[in-house]
């Protein structure tokens, strides 16, 4: 089976810009979390999706969307982009929840500048 | 609200060495722990995990121990290699409450 893929694997991108990643689960797993990683702060849950629904949310403000489609493939948005939302964005599936065993993509390493 | 705590931050360990990584959890609903490692420009990858109904699990050189009175946990990795090094996660997962959390993460250095 194939690992989770996520897209791009690197992005430079100017402040007040916006950015959409992609994030393809194992096949047959219908849970996508995302996640923000960053030296200082580590790793921080932004949102779980689940059958094309949100489920879930951690602490973010309202720039920080996403979203999943029928296939269970992801996308995750950030509006206006800010200097301290340089961090490496990890993509995880599991079979039906971020209660599970999650299984990472390589994540997209985004800077801004 | 971290409800998972991971010592220590980082270790230099000598090639051979043991390295023993320990992680202390609040949340009594918990009842799954995996551990993920991390090498640079890569996304956590799953270790190993236990259970709370066993003490001990092992998998190769890598063993968890796990106290549930204590609400602790930890890794040992035995005869430690330089292709050792990376960042090692400790997680618990309650699968009742769809809840997981991270502990903060320890840079392990295997020195040859």
Same mark, same amino acid.
């Given at each position: 089976?194939?690992?989770?893929?996520?897209?791009?694997?690197?992005?430079?991108?100017?402040?007040?810009?916006?950015?959409?990643?992609?994030?393809?689960?194992?096949?047959?797993?219908?849970?996508?979390?995302?996640?923000?990683?960053?030296?200082?702060?580590?790793?921080?849950?932004?949102?779980?999706?689940?059958?094309?629904?949100?489920?879930?949310?951690?602490?973010?403000?309202?720039?920080?969307?996403?979203?999943?489609?029928?296939?269970?493939?992801?996308?995750?948005?950030?509006?206006?982009?800010?200097?301290?939302?340089?961090?490496?964005?990890?993509?995880?599936?599991?079979?039906?929840?971020?209660?599970?065993?999650?299984?990472?993509?390589?994540?997209?390493?985004?800077?801004?500048? | %609200? /971290?409800?998972?705590?991971?010592? *220590?931050?980082? +270790? !230099?360990?000598?090639?051979?060495?043991? =390295?023993?990584?320990?992680?202390?959890?609040?949340?009594?609903?918990?009842?799954?722990?995996?551990?993920? %490692? /991390?090498?640079?420009?890569?996304? *956590?990858?799953? +270790? !190993?995990?236990?259970?709370?109904?066993? =003490?001990?699990?092992?998998?190769?050189?890598?063993?968890?121990?796990?106290?549930?009175?204590?609400?602790?946990?930890?890794?040992?990795?035995?005869?430690?290699?330089?292709?050792?090094?990376?960042?090692?996660?400790?997680?618990?997962?309650?699968?009742?409450?769809?809840?997981?959390?991270?502990?903060?993460?320890?840079?392990?250095?295997?020195?040859?």
């Amino acid at each position: 089976k194939a690992g989770v893929t996520q897209t791009p694997r690197y992005l430079i991108k100017t402040r007040g810009q916006q950015v959409t990643l992609s994030c393809s689960p194992i096949s047959g797993h219908r849970s996508v979390s995302w996640y923000q990683q960053t030296p200082g702060q580590g790793l921080q849950f932004l949102f779980e999706y689940f059958s094309e629904t949100q489920r879930n949310k951690g602490n973010f403000p309202g720039r920080f969307s996403g979203r999943q489609f029928s296939n269970s493939r992801s996308e995750m948005n950030v509006s206006t982009l800010e200097l301290g939302d340089s961090a490496l964005y990890l993509c995880a599936s599991s079979l039906e929840g971020a209660g599970e065993t999650q299984y990472f993509g390589p994540g997209t390493r985004l800077l801004v500048l | %609200q /971290q409800q998972v705590k991971q010592s *220590p931050q980082s +270790l !230099i360990v000598q090639k051979g060495g043991i =390295s023993i990584i320990n992680c202390a959890y609040e949340n009594t609903a918990f009842d799954y722990f995996p551990w993920y %490692q /991390q090498f640079p420009g890569k996304g *956590p990858a799953l +270790l !190993i995990a236990i259970r709370p109904d066993v =003490s001990e699990k092992k998998e190769g050189r890598f063993t968890i121990s796990f106290n549930k009175s204590a609400k602790q946990f930890s890794l040992h990795i035995m005869d430690s290699q330089p292709g050792d090094s990376a960042t090692y996660f400790c997680a618990a997962i309650a699968y009742n409450n769809n809840d997981m959390r991270f502990g903060a993460g320890t840079r392990l250095t295997v020195k040859p």
